[in-house]
């Protein structure tokens, strides 16, 4: 294959660093080249080895062979190259066996193996850091979190994905007990015994299986995960991986889904508003809050109706007493209408706001406030406070949804019980109707009778006037009746003219002095109105009004007190006052005194309830407008209005 070696080149007993096989190779390079591949020799590849080759001969060891490999690109061509350098340098060692020595060939070929095997093993290395620098960047930008810890329960591996879920580093977490980190503390105990029972009899019950499990942050917040936990082997005790996937807002939204159907279910299946109320407070805690609250103010000074219920039992008593002592002032949200998210309690907010710092005592942490609102009227408010969740918007939109369904049936239990009030009344103002229309009907019976009978005159007339007083009460409550119907129709028929306030007053005055006297009231009229005052309004129906105002404060009113009547103008109007010093109207009561059949539900024998509505209707038809103030002992003022001809 190669020519003779330049004569002297080698010879016996040559100091150690003189290798004849080195000089053999030398003298042979282009040869040995030739047998790489055209690559190989282009990139000087082969040149190197040859070099290192030689330098090791010279050194008397195959040492360097591993430290002369650089990476590799393609491992299959690297072995095939060292192959035919090798088969051609056992051709060339054949051609000159009398001048290359045993040992030396023994080098050569230990060199090239080493370079191989070192080949391999790089090959083979840089491939494991490149696999596990890939593994590693996968675990990093998935967006579930993966953790693995070993047999003991501690901590492996942590990717980015579990760092931004638990709020622990990777260095953090390293080492560290897995279930001290993101395991509620009712579990860990359970956890702990899993793993040991594991480890002694390689079964358990949740491996490779798709779980729901509750979790904790690092600041204590819970949340809920979608969790698949593998087994890996490592050749001693397992390692275990789990793969966790932040489920909380999905069950969250399921929850408030379930809430939400519920809640209407439930404020549905009554009109008795404690009851349905309760339900729903009840329902909302724990599914949405730690506390929830529905505050209705009471009508007129009355107390209103607050509904609690808290997470733990032995709260509840405590946070009714801490609502109901601080609901003395409505909260904000009932005077502004308006919903307040509260992520967070701030000391300014609580210094400021008795209710929030009534439900910061309690243990809350976060709070939304929603008013129960219904056919624009605000009826109440319902609160979610929370010990633990942070609410956000999405929290506050819900809890409105929540609250549009509570204040429907607000709304609805409130007409229901309207409806139910209005049918009593109804039937004790039939019951009174009937009792006095029988009564002057047995009169006029009972008259009729005797006048025919009779021949005495005087006895005759006074008959004929019991006849008539019983004919004119029934006329006047046909006429109640009959007016009832039309206002509540809306066709009540007024005839207005140009008319002089004065005259009016005066006139009223006059119609009730007889009853006034007869009771020793005093009836007293104060009209301070410049000449020419003209009001535009029907008579008769203005002195209708009089009459039923002027005739409840003689009904109620005790002898020896006053009953005042006054005019005066006021912006575009002319405004009329009855003010009697009687006995007044209870707080509670008042807001209800225009309301049809009212007075004869509070007032059995005294009416048909009747005639403050009346009165309303006949205002309003004039365009006018009316109102009651009153203080119990002291007096009661109606105020009414009247359009002038000019305006």
């Known amino acids: 294959m190669a020519g003779p ?18 000089d053999l190779i030398a003298a042979h390079r282009h040869a040995l080249l030739a047998c790489g591949a055209p690559s190989a020799r282009a990139d000087g590849a082969l040149d190197a080895v040859v070099d290192a080759l030689i330098t090791s001969l010279r050194a008397g060891s195959s040492e360097g062979a591993r430290e002369s490999v650089g ?21 060339l060692v054949a051609a000159h066996t009398s001048l290359v020595a045993l ?13 191989v095997a070192a080949g391999v093993a790089s090959f083979v290395g840089a491939r494991a850091e490149l696999a596990e620098a890939q593994t590693a960047a996968i675990l990093d930008v998935a967006l579930d979190a993966i953790v693995s810890m070993d047999a003991d ?74 969790l698949t936990i593998t087994s890996v082997p490592s050749g001693g005790a397992p390692w275990f991986t789990g793969y966790l996937r932040d489920i909380t807002a999905v069950k969250r939204a399921e929850d408030r889904q379930r809430v939400l159907l519920r809640a209407s279910e439930l ?6 508003l404690h009851t349905t109320l309760g339900s729903l407070v009840e329902l909302a805690v724990p599914a949405i809050a730690d506390c929830c609250v529905v505050e209705i103010p009471g009508e007129s000074g009355r107390e209103g109706t607050l509904l609690v219920h808290h997470a733990d039992p032995s709260q509840r008593e405590r946070a009714h007493a801490q609502l109901r002592a601080s609901s003395r002032e409505p909260p904000r949200v009932l005077r502004t209408g308006e919903a307040e998210l509260h992520p967070g ?81 109804r039937e004790d103002v039939l019951a009174i109707v009937s009792h006095d229309l029988r009564n002057p009907l047995s009169a006029i019976r009972t008259s009729a009778s005797l006048l025919g009978r009779t021949g005495d005159e005087h006895a005759a007339g006074r008959l004929i006037e019991t006849i008539q007083r019983a004919s004119g009460r029934m006329e006047r409550l046909i006429r109640d009746l009959l ?98 010093t009687g006995p007044g109207i209870a707080p509670a009561e008042l807001p209800h005194v225009f309301d049809p059949y009212w007075s004869a539900r509070r007032h059995a024998r005294r009416g048909t309830g009747l005639g403050l509505f009346i009165t309303k209707g006949i205002v309003d038809a004039h365009g006018g407008t009316i109102h009651a103030e009153s203080e119990l002992g002291v007096g009661t003022t109606f105020t009414f209005t009247l359009p002038l001809a000019s305006a």
């Open 5 to 22: 070696l330049p004569e002297g080149s080698l010879a016996a007993g040559v100091p150690a660093r003189v290798s004849p096989l080195a």
């Open 71 to 91: 990476p590799i690109a393609n491992l299959e061509a690297f072995v095939r190259e060292h192959d035919a350098l090798r088969e051609c340098l056992l051709d």
């Open 103 to 115: 040992a030396e060939l023994r080098i050569a070929l230990a060199f090239l193996a080493e370079r």
């Open 153 to 226: 329960g501690r901590v492996v591996a942590w990717n980015r994905a579990a760092a931004r879920m638990f709020g622990y580093t990777l260095d953090e977490a390293l080492g560290r007990s897995l279930a001290e980190l993101v395991i509620p503390p009712h579990l860990r105990d359970a956890h702990t015994r899993g793993v040991a029972r594991y480890n002694a009899t390689r079964e358990s019950r949740i491996l490779d299986r798709r779980l729901e499990m509750p979790a904790i942050r690092r600041d204590g917040s819970a949340l809920t995960v979608e």
């Open 267 to 272: 404020l549905a299946s009554s009109l008795e």
């Open 345 to 425: 309690l701030e000391r300014e907010r609580l210094a400021s706001d008795v209710d929030l710092a009534a439900l910061h005592a309690i243990g809350a942490r976060s709070v939304i406030r929603v008013p129960l609102a219904a056919r624009g009227r605000v009826l109440g408010a319902l609160t979610l406070a929370s010990a633990s969740w942070r609410y956000a918007h999405d929290d506050l939109d819900f809890a409105r949804e929540l609250a549009v369904r509570a204040a429907l049936a607000i709304d609805n239990s409130s007409l229901y019980q309207s409806a139910q009030r209005a049918v009593v009344a």
């Open 483 to 580: 007016d009832l119907a039309a206002i509540q129709a809306g066709r009540l028929t007024i005839v207005q003219k140009d008319e002089d306030p004065r005259e009016i007053v005066a006139e009223a005055v006059e119609l009730q002095e007889p009853l006034a006297r007869e009771k020793e009231l005093h009836l007293v009229a104060e009209v301070a109105l410049p000449a020419g005052v003209v009001v535009r309004c029907d008579r008769e129906r203005v002195l209708q009004v009089f009459s039923n105002l002027v005739g409840n404060s003689i009904k109620f009113c005790r002898r020896g007190e006053t009953i005042t009547v006054g005019a005066a103008l006021t912006e575009g109007a002319l405004e009329i006052v009855v003010a009697d």
